[in-house]
């Protein structure tokens, strides 16, 4: 079996330091080349891997669409696709990484293959390897592949290290492709035009019309001031006409530009507005082509001041296929339209169309370019505000300076970070002024989880949530944010889960632009990176605070040797005791140091750990008395060579020698125990000689001088004979506690319910003396000593029996439940019950808790009873509650196939 290696040891601040980096980079980087080479080379050089590759989904409509296919390699094997593309109609770690938006790590082949199976078959050696999806607005856009030469531990800093630059990588990407397309739209549009416009100056009739609208209109960009020039430039090759320019504003078609031969009355009404349904303006909308109506009928197109025109042409203007505007031509003559006109009209609308199609891809493309600009914007600020985490180790410090940021490239308003703390949103942090006192107080005093959508719902869907216009009086009383005309609100995620909510109101009234959604969405995914880097190197200083507290404080001493036994590091307060001063001992060898110590001159560990074991021993330093436990770690470079070897060792001087003390008094304990016992035995055993001697003697005084003796002696003679009796039950007693240990049997397999069944018959007479009623319930078996389980169950059913309550018949019940590698049992009754205090008391030896007079016994059953638990193994406690009753529980070993 192919054990993972211990990754290398690369420090955070290293892999902090090649973050910062590659960042920087990113952020910088104009091209997908220029992207995956950054993060590819960052990648191979921090954790040294043997190559790295980036897959990019194949788009929708292009062939292989939906596939990976690899754009940017690094490292060995310039055919890196068979390393890690799946046999096809499998799976693979590229697609499933991608697929799941989930990182996948594979720490040897052997894990590989168990994923996949089907790779086992192929001829190409696998490896360890990282697959890690590379995410872009939701979506998986492609995939990140680390391989490994050897087997290889993929440590948490490695695995947020590779998380963070996968999520960065993706936002790069996204933003040279976004400027890569933007590109070849405006590329595009441009040949598009410019072929467009060669084909019109071939229009002989409407050159010069075209000619002169396209000269008159200039660098202009106002469609109003556009359509005026087009009116103008139309006027001037057809005087005879009037014009108008009219626009959709909700159910009616408005005039905004007019010939200035328009009558007032004609004005009036064309600004006021024409139905959808009037007949040619509806024939010119439905049909998206121009209507050249010879006869005009004002009526019917809901123009009566418009009867002294005879014909009218409406065209409609598209901004692709979407119909955006029209424009109507009228003449007062009640003819055909000449070709001639035809042309002009036509020529002059289609570059009015043209242009407005123009300016209208030139604003999309501005805001495109202001959005790219504002998310580039928003990176470069958080890169700077990241850039030190020494000095943004406080995550609220992140925080704030995020809020800062947002509040610099948006409007006016105010930025807060809000978390729930006892069933309410706190802002934990806030930036700039609220705009109200009463809004203030709100947010102080928290408010309602569950009763406040704005924050709710994004953290509920773990989406941004943004409100063009907000409900004023949904979240707060209305009159506390009248304010407030627009909000953004949306989750900050770290490490997989929702941190808090970033929640940034604006005063002005305003919708949320594409170029507002992509600084905030930025800034918020690169402030949950940058809390989860905060929160890594604040448990890594952690980590170092405690090491060197250890190492300053602690016996113990940390060591760091090269690949030919040399030290390059010895620090901890162990090196006084060995006669060594701090860095005494670098650049000395280990054999050469200590080469008078009989267990170290030879070195065999420190050689073990330079061939690849991790070595442990524990060694006695004989000049001066100290005794250390020691590791030894290899440190192994990326083709499995060892570099380094990390040691600790510990002071055991005293552990040992307590432990050898520890041995000593056991055994002394041990024979001590065992001559007690011995001597209970025999004690036991010898004194019940003497003792029917005299119950003899008094016996044979009592009938053979019976009614001679005076009422005096007699008493005498009845009391030596109770008190021998007593005696010698004593004696059986103690007897019987000594052989708990020393009559014992081997363990074996038993059948409880059959023991409980023998001892249910021994006690008949007394159970139905008592008219008690006992339930058993099935028991498994167990190992064990059969006569001392029959003899404990024999004790506990015969005490649930003796201390019955007068007022009621006992009920006992015998039940088991599985313990772990025990069985529990129970024996439970509705006696008189025990009080707390006198729980232990009952467990030991002779100790009674009633008279002779009220129940019978000497007070060693239990005592027996615990002795017995305890020799298998187990124990035996109780739950009781006075007047009501008493459970006694009992655990012994179960079956090796109970267990199982």
Same mark, same amino acid.
């Given at each position: 079996?192919?054990?993972p290696?211990?990754?290398?040891?690369t420090?955070?601040?290293?892999?902090?330091?090649?973050?910062?980096?590659?960042?920087?980079?990113?952020?910088g980087?104009?091209?997908a080349?220029?992207?995956c080479?950054?993060?590819?080379?960052s990648?191979?050089?921090?954790?040294g891997?043997?190559?790295?590759?980036i897959a990019?989904l194949?788009?929708?409509?292009?062939?292989?669409?939906?596939?990976?296919?690899v754009?940017?390699?690094?490292g060995?094997g310039a055919?890196?696709?068979p390393?890690?593309?799946?046999?096809?109609?499998h799976?693979?770690?590229?697609?499933?990484?991608?697929?799941?938006?989930?990182?996948?790590y594979?720490?040897?082949p052997?894990?590989?293959t168990?994923?996949?199976p089907?790779?086992?078959?192929?001829?190409?050696?696998?490896?360890?390897c990282?697959?890690?999806?590379?995410?872009?607005?939701?979506?998986?856009?492609?995939? &990140?592949l680390?391989?490994?030469?050897?087997?290889?531990?993929?440590?948490?800093e490695?695995?947020?290290?590779?998380?963070?630059?996968?999520?960065?990588?993706?936002?790069?990407?996204?933003?040279?492709?976004?400027?890569?397309?933007?590109?070849?739209?405006v590329?595009?549009?441009?040949a598009?035009?410019?072929?467009?416009?060669?084909? /019109?100056?071939?229009?002989?009739?409407?050159?010069?019309?075209f000619?002169?609208y396209?000269?008159?209109?200039?660098?202009e960009?106002?469609v109003?001031?556009l359509a005026?020039?087009?009116?103008?430039?139309?006027?001037?090759?057809?005087?005879?006409?009037s014009?108008?320019?009219?626009?959709?504003?909700?159910?009616?078609w408005?005039?905004?530009?007019?010939?200035?031969?328009? $009558?007032?009355?004609?004005?009036?009404?064309?600004?006021?507005?024409?139905p959808?349904?009037?007949?040619?303006?509806?024939?010119?909308?439905?049909?998206?082509?121009?209507?050249f109506?010879?006869?005009?009928?004002?009526?019917a197109?809901?123009?009566? $001041?418009?009867?002294?025109?005879?014909?009218?042409a409406?065209?409609?203007?598209?901004?692709g296929?979407?119909?955006?505007?029209?424009?109507?031509?009228?003449?007062?003559?009640a003819?055909?339209?000449?070709e001639?006109e035809?042309?002009?009209?036509?020529?002059?609308?289609?570059?009015?169309?043209?242009?407005?199609e123009?300016?209208?891809?030139?604003?999309?493309?501005?805001?495109?370019?202001?959005?790219?600009?504002?998310?580039?914007?928003?990176?470069?600020?958080?890169?700077?505000l990241t850039?030190?985490?020494? &000095?943004?180790?406080?995550?609220? #410090?992140?925080?704030e300076?995020?809020?800062?940021?947002v509040?610099s490239?948006?409007?006016p308003?105010?930025?807060a970070?809000?978390e729930?703390?006892?069933?309410?949103?706190?802002?934990t942090r806030? *930036?700039?002024?609220?705009g109200?006192?009463e809004l203030?107080a709100v947010?102080?005093?928290?408010?309602?989880?569950?009763?406040?959508?704005?924050l709710?719902?994004?953290?509920?869907?773990?989406?941004? !949530?943004?409100?063009?216009?907000?409900?004023?009086?949904?979240d707060?009383p209305?009159?506390?944010? $009248?304010?407030?005309?627009?909000?953004a609100?949306l989750?900050?995620?770290?490490?997989?889960?929702?941190?808090?909510v970033?929640?940034?109101p604006?005063?002005?009234v305003?919708?949320?632009?594409?170029s507002?959604?992509a600084?905030?969405?930025t800034?918020?995914?690169?402030?949950?990176?940058?809390?989860?880097?905060s929160?890594?190197?604040?448990?890594?200083?952690q980590?170092?605070?405690y090491?060197?507290?250890?190492?300053?404080?602690?016996p113990?001493?940390?060591?760091?040797?090269?690949a030919?036994?040399?030290?390059t590091?010895?620090? @901890?307060?162990l /090196?006084?005791?060995?006669g060594?001063?701090p860095?005494?001992?670098?650049g000395?060898?280990?054999t050469?140091?200590?080469?008078?110590?009989p267990?170290?001159r030879?070195?065999?560990?420190?050689?073990?750990?330079?061939?690849?074991?991790?070595a442990h021993?524990?060694?006695?330093?004989?000049?001066?008395?100290?005794?250390?436990? $020691?590791?030894?770690?290899?440190?192994?470079?990326?083709?499995?060579?060892?570099?380094?070897?990390v040691g600790? %060792?510990?002071?055991? *001087?005293?552990r040992l020698?307590a432990?050898?003390?520890?041995?000593?008094?056991?055994?002394?304990?041990?024979?001590?125990?065992?001559?007690?016992?011995?001597?209970a035995?025999v004690? %036991?055993?010898?004194?019940?000689?003497?003792?029917?001697?005299?119950? %003899?003697?008094?016996?044979?005084?009592?009938?053979?001088?019976?009614?001679q003796?005076d009422?005096?002696?007699?008493?005498?003679?009845? /009391?030596?004979?109770?008190?021998t009796?007593?005696m010698?039950?004593? &004696?059986?007693d103690l007897?019987?506690?000594?052989?708990?240990?020393? @009559?014992a049997?081997?363990?074996?397999?038993?059948?409880?319910?059959?023991v409980?069944?023998?001892?249910?018959?021994?006690?008949?007479a007394q159970?139905?003396?008592?008219?008690?009623?006992?339930?058993?319930?099935?028991?498994?078996?167990v190992l064990g000593?059969?006569?001392q389980?029959?003899q404990?169950?024999?004790n506990?059913?015969?005490?649930?029996?003796?201390?019955?309550?007068?007022?009621?018949?006992?009920?006992?019940?015998?039940s088991?439940?599985?313990?772990?590698?025990?069985?529990? !049992?129970?024996? %439970?009754d509705?006696?008189? #019950?025990?009080?707390?205090?006198?729980?232990?008391?009952?467990f *030991?030896?002779?100790?009674?808790l009633?008279?002779?007079?009220?129940?019978?016994?000497?007070g060693? @059953?239990?005592?027996i009873?615990?002795?017995?638990?305890?020799?298998?193994?187990?124990?035996?406690?109780?739950e009781?509650?006075?007047?009501?009753?008493?459970?006694?529980?009992?655990t012994?070993p179960?079956?090796?196939?109970e267990?199982?």
């Open positions: 079996m192919v054990h290696a211990p990754a290398a040891s420090p955070f601040s290293s892999l902090a330091a090649d973050l910062q980096a590659v960042s920087e980079q990113l952020a980087a104009s091209s080349e220029a992207v080479g950054s993060i590819l080379a990648v191979v050089g921090a954790l891997a043997v190559s790295a590759t990019l194949v788009a929708d409509g292009q062939p292989q669409a939906g596939e990976l296919k754009i940017a390699h690094r060995e055919d890196a696709q390393r890690w593309h799946g046999v096809p109609g799976p693979s770690p590229a697609g499933d990484a991608v697929r799941r938006r989930e990182a996948l594979f720490s040897t052997a894990e590989l168990h994923a996949y089907h790779l086992a078959a192929r001829p190409i050696p696998l490896s360890a990282a697959a890690l999806p590379l995410v872009l607005d939701g979506q998986g856009i492609g995939t &990140l680390v391989e490994f030469r050897e087997a290889h531990v993929f440590r948490s490695q695995q947020s290290f590779l998380r963070i630059l996968a999520a960065q990588g993706a936002t790069a990407l996204g933003r040279v492709q976004l400027l890569s397309e933007l590109e070849a739209r590329a595009a549009r441009t598009e035009l410019e072929a467009q416009n060669r084909a /019109l100056q071939e229009e002989g009739a409407a050159l010069d019309a000619v002169a396209k000269e008159s209109i200039g660098a960009r106002d109003v001031a005026q020039q087009a009116i103008h430039v139309l006027r001037t090759s057809l005087s005879h006409v014009a108008a320019y009219y626009e959709l504003d909700g159910p009616l408005k005039a905004r530009a007019w010939s200035s031969d328009v $009558s007032d009355e004609v004005m009036q009404q064309i600004r006021a507005g024409v959808l349904d009037a007949a040619n303006f509806a024939e010119a909308a439905r049909t998206r082509a121009a209507v109506a010879d006869g005009w009928d004002a009526g197109n809901s123009l009566p $001041s418009t009867e002294s025109y005879g014909a009218v409406l065209v409609p203007l598209m901004i296929e979407t119909l955006h505007s029209l424009f109507a031509v009228g003449t007062a003559e003819r055909a339209w000449s001639r035809r042309a002009i009209v036509r020529a002059v609308t289609r570059g009015l169309g043209l242009t407005l123009r300016t209208e891809h030139l604003r999309q493309l501005a805001q495109e370019r202001t959005t790219l600009a504002a998310r580039t914007a928003a990176l470069e600020a958080f890169a700077e850039r030190d985490l020494s &000095l943004s180790a406080d995550p609220y #410090g992140l925080i300076r995020a809020e800062a940021t509040l490239l948006l409007p308003g105010y930025a970070f809000w729930i703390q006892d069933g309410r949103w706190h802002a806030l *930036t700039g002024d609220v109200s006192a203030q947010i102080d005093a928290g408010l309602p989880a569950g009763q406040t959508p704005t709710d719902i994004p953290q509920r869907t773990r989406a941004p !949530f943004y409100q063009d216009v907000y409900p004023q009086g949904a707060t209305a009159r506390a944010v $009248s304010h407030v005309n627009a909000v609100t989750p900050v995620l770290v490490n997989g889960e929702v941190r808090g970033f929640n940034v604006l005063f002005d305003r919708a949320w632009s594409e507002d959604r600084v905030l969405e800034v918020v995914r690169s402030l949950g990176l940058a809390l989860e880097r929160e890594v190197q604040r448990a890594l200083d980590t170092q605070h090491l060197r507290v250890a190492a300053e404080n602690a113990i001493l940390l060591f760091v040797t090269d030919q036994g040399v030290f590091l010895s620090e @901890g307060r /090196l006084t005791q060995l060594l001063r860095g005494q001992a670098v000395h060898s280990a050469a140091l200590f080469a008078r110590e267990d170290l030879e070195g065999r560990r420190l050689a073990q750990a330079l061939a690849g074991e991790v021993d524990l060694t006695h330093f004989a000049s001066t008395g100290v005794s250390l436990e $020691s590791w030894f770690i290899p440190v192994k470079d990326s083709r499995g060579a060892v570099t380094e070897v600790v %060792s510990l002071d055991v *001087t005293e020698e432990q050898r003390r520890i041995e000593r008094a056991n055994e002394a304990l041990q024979r001590s125990n065992a001559e007690l016992e011995q001597f035995y004690a %036991s055993h010898d004194l019940q000689e003497p003792l029917r001697t005299i119950t %003899s003697f008094s016996q044979l005084l009592t009938s053979k001088y019976s009614g003796l009422p005096r002696a007699e008493t005498y003679v009845r /009391l030596i004979n109770e008190g009796g007593r010698a039950q004593l &004696l059986q007897l019987a506690f000594a052989r708990v240990t020393s @009559g049997e081997t363990l074996v397999p038993v059948d409880t319910g059959t409980l069944a023998q001892v249910v018959g021994d006690l008949h159970i139905e003396r008592t008219g008690a009623q006992v339930r058993v319930d099935r028991l498994p078996a000593d059969v006569s389980l029959r404990v169950f024999q506990l059913i015969g005490n649930a029996l003796k201390f019955s309550d007068p007022a009621r018949p006992p009920l006992i019940r015998v088991a439940a599985h313990d772990g590698a025990f069985i529990r !049992f129970s024996v %439970s509705n006696g008189i #019950g025990i009080a707390p205090e006198f729980y232990e008391r009952i *030991t030896i002779f100790q009674r009633h008279g002779r007079e009220q129940y019978e016994g000497n060693i @059953g239990l005592s009873t615990r002795k017995i638990a305890q020799r298998h193994g187990g124990e035996v406690w109780l009781s509650t006075p007047g009501e009753g008493t459970t006694f529980f009992l012994l179960a079956m090796a196939a267990t199982g």
